[in-house]
């Protein structure tokens, strides 16, 4: 079990250091998941593929970095590097069919859920070929055929909707179909949404209601600038305001891409069987700031340094490596791979047009009226018109 | 065809969403005490017994969660109608109604709708005081991306409803607890109403009155006023005000050549202000004056009777903007 020092630290007992809790693992009622070990068997082709797509992210995220200063992406633009076994982990964790949603360092997230990179390149390019035409930019990814519900810019925003997703799920299985429910819905939030009223909001709804949805905190130790223990209480153990919801809490590595699955695999299992809730502090850092304007003054050099030996890259690197999985040849091969993936997706984005002056006034409302032209499906999911389903009626068809 | 009945606002409004549940199982209905109080209203009065725990859903005092829930249910592809006991109360459900809701489609490149329905109380109901009186339309009004219905009677409220729960864009659907009493002629036989058509409930020649909501009721009693000064009225009932059915109102004002416009939200960068500014734009040679309006005083709402009554637009103040407006003080 690997120890790290975590920002995390703090809360009631009010350490000298904001550094000094030694973390990992799922602890709470490990038993109580019942679910076999034999679950949780991770194949070398797993293990394998959530190092490449860890590869792809980090790529493509010091690329945005690097469009960022050339101007080519505009706004806001947090990069998930760092965090990248939490976005990978979790979603081999879940089925492709089960929701989810997350906050406004999303790349990461859309990647990992199958977005194909040049939309999420475009998108941030303000370029038609984007995955929201160009409409969104780098908060709002958003991908349907993936099951990826955004994308979300206000801090806590999502965690309603986390709830309502799974709630809707929930209601489709069972009131509408008539089975039990079938999937679970995994809503992302940083650890500064915890101190947002909606958070607390949609985990008392979660609780009551028997919501199947994970809240997993992406706990990087900082609210932007804001060491944890200096905005949170508790700090020191999150999973405590999950049991004052009567949500079971769990605490996971987030640097290591095969704890996160094993854990979240039990976690989101459990979810699935008892149609309930779960919270997840889950521990990680980011390498880089908030965002690309951010000197990172509020933290040390040493600090940084201890995480980078902890990379999620790093370990599993070495992990692939000692297992004879992976070769100094193999791993240069499949960096190449990236780069060409990520240089193919700016490419193909440079090219994308930007958005006809049309889209001014698309896609605000399904049904045309006004100025408003109706809407439909970005290029990326074919570009066709909404379907009759969600169009609203004709009411003089109706009426007469 | 047999006599219509009369039925209460109140009715209305469950009719139209017991109507459509039937019809739909997407369609569902929580808020603030509508399962087993019934209603804080009695509006969702023998829901519950229909249709089950599952599908009327009383949540906690908790508006931004559960409007967020319901957000996060319509992107799913369900047919959510929340009820807020007031619109007062969505102020503190402000980002998921405006920030979500609205923006939704838009942001997703139109990858994810928002069919949800938000309904409730709206404006003064009666000595509430500062906090509990908000006619939201002037704040709301101003933000794209959401549709805005303001019945101002049950025929309309039931007609509107109906069309705002089949829809499949975000509807705010704005009510009155001093209306929801108030009995009018319903067909049995199912009927929709279309958004954004406005409705001439009196023909007259002299002046254009425009307004929605509880208003109405006030406009047409100064419109009878009027006539027994020989000031013939028209009185229209713009019924949404997004969409804004323009046209009507034009066609009106060209015809009267005077226009006053009642609005029970705050003057100041409001829907009435809206109105007025594209009639003067739409009729600035057919106008003999500039268009009068009668607002809420630019104050908090008081609780005093007599300072909540002289607060509120009415049929005084009303006439005293036509015969203005008419030149015939």
Redesign the interface.
């Known amino acids: 079990m690997t120890s790290l020092s975590h920002p995390t630290a703090g809360g009631t007992s009010a350490p000298a250091s904001p550094h000094s809790v030694v973390h990992t693992k799922v602890y709470g009622d490990a038993e109580h998941l019942q679910v076999p070990a034999a679950a949780t068997h991770v194949s070398s082709e797993q293990m394998l593929d959530w190092f490449k797509q860890m590869l792809l992210i980090r790529e493509f995220e010091l690329r945005c970095m690097q469009a960022y200063q050339e101007k080519k992406i505009g706004g806001f633009c947090h990069v998930y590097i760092g965090q990248e076994a939490v976005a990978v982990g979790c979603t081999a964790a879940v089925q492709h069919k089960d ?1 989810i ?1 997350t906050a406004y360092r999303d790349h990461g997230h859309a990647l990992a859920r199958g977005m194909d990179p040049k939309h999420c390149m475009a998108e941030m390019f303000g370029r038609i070929g ?7 930019g780098s908060m ?1 990814m ?3 055929d993936n099951n990826l ?4 810019g ?1 801090v806590g ?1 999502q ?11 929930k ?2 299985d ?3 179909d008539g089975k039990p429910n079938s999937r679970v819905s995994l809503c992302f939030l940083g650890d500064g949404a915890l101190n947002q ?2 958070f607390h ?2 985990m ?2 979660a609780g ?2 028997d919501i199947p949805v994970i809240y997993v905190v992406e706990n990087n130790g900082y609210s932007m600038g804001t060491a944890i223990a200096r905005g949170t209480t508790m700090a020191h153990s999150l999973i405590t305001k999950a049991a004052g919801y009567g949500i079971d809490g769990y605490v996971v590595d987030g640097m290591d891409v095969v704890g996160v699955y094993a854990d979240m695999k039990r976690i989101a299992d459990k979810c699935r069987a008892t149609s309930r809730p779960a919270f997840v502090d889950m521990r990680t850092y980011r390498y880089k700031g908030h965002s690309m304007s951010d000197p990172r003054k509020y933290r040390t050099k040493e600090e940084e340094e201890v995480f980078e030996t902890h990379d999620p890259i790093g370990r599993l690197e070495a992990r692939l490596k000692t297992a004879g999985l992976l070769t100094d040849d193999s791993l240069k091969a499949m960096q190449k791979a990236v780069r060409d993936t990520v240089r193919d997706a700016i490419t193909w984005s440079d090219e994308s047009p930007i958005p006809p002056m049309a889209e001014l006034y ?6 045309p ?2 100025p408003y032209t109706g ?4 290029a990326m ?1 074919g570009g066709t018109a ?1 379907p009759p ?5 004709d ?2 068809e ?2 007469s | 065809m047999s006599a219509v009945r009369e039925i209460e606002y109140r009715d209305a409004l469950r009719e139209a969403m017991s109507e459509e549940m039937r019809r739909d199982k997407r369609v569902f209905l929580l808020g603030e005490e509508v399962a087993e109080y019934n209603g804080a209203y009695k509006i969702s009065r023998g829901m519950l017994e229909e249709f089950g725990a599952r599908r009327v859903i009383d949540t906690p005092i908790s508006e931004s969660g559960f409007a967020g829930l319901a957000i996060g249910a319509a992107m799913m592809g369900l047919k959510p109608v929340v009820e807020f006991m007031s619109w007062s109360f969505s102020l503190v459900a402000a980002d998921p109604i405006l920030n979500n809701a609205p923006k939704m489609l838009y942001m997703s490149g139109g990858q994810f709708g928002c069919p949800v329905v938000f309904r409730g109380n709206d404006g003064a109901g009666g000595q509430l005081g500062s906090t509990h009186s908000w006619c939201v339309e002037g704040l709301f009004s101003n933000v794209p991306g959401i549709k805005i219905a303001i019945p101002s009677n049950p025929y309309d409220a039931k007609g509107l409803l109906k069309t705002a729960i089949r829809g499949s864009d975000p509807v705010f659907f704005l009510e009155s607890e001093r209306m929801l009493g108030n009995k009018g002629e319903v067909p049995e036989e199912e009927y929709l109403i279309p958004f954004g058509q406005a409705k001439v409930i009196r023909s007259g020649t002299d002046c254009t009155l425009a307004s929605w909501g509880r208003p109405v009721h006030f406009c047409m009693e100064a419109a009878e006023e009027m006539q027994k000064l020989g000031i013939s009225c028209e009185v229209i009932d713009l019924r949404t005000v997004r969409p804004l059915d323009i046209g009507t109102v034009v066609r009106s004002v060209k015809k009267t050549g005077a226009c006053v416009v009642v609005d029970q939200s705050w003057s100041f960068g409001s829907p009435g202000s809206e109105l007025a500014s594209q009639v003067h734009r739409h009729c600035f040679d057919d106008l003999d004056n500039y268009v009068h309006r009668v607002h809420s005083a630019d104050v908090p709402t008081p609780y005093a009777t007599n300072l909540e009554q002289e607060y509120l637009p009415n049929a005084r103040k009303i006439a005293e903007a036509v015969r203005s407006a008419t030149y015939n003080l």
């Not at chain 1, 519900?149 to 979300?152: A, D, M, N």
């Open positions: 929701p949603v984007g995955c929201a035409k160009g409409k969104g709002h958003f991908d349907r519900y955004g994308g979300h206000i925003a965690t309603p909707l986390g709830a309502g997703l799974a709630f809707g799920c209601y489709m069972e009131v509408i009223g909606a909001e949609a008392n709804l009551l209601f698309h896609d605000v409302f399904v049904e009226w006004g809407s439909s499906q970005p999911n909404n389903s969600m169009r609203t009626i009411t003089k109706e009426l």
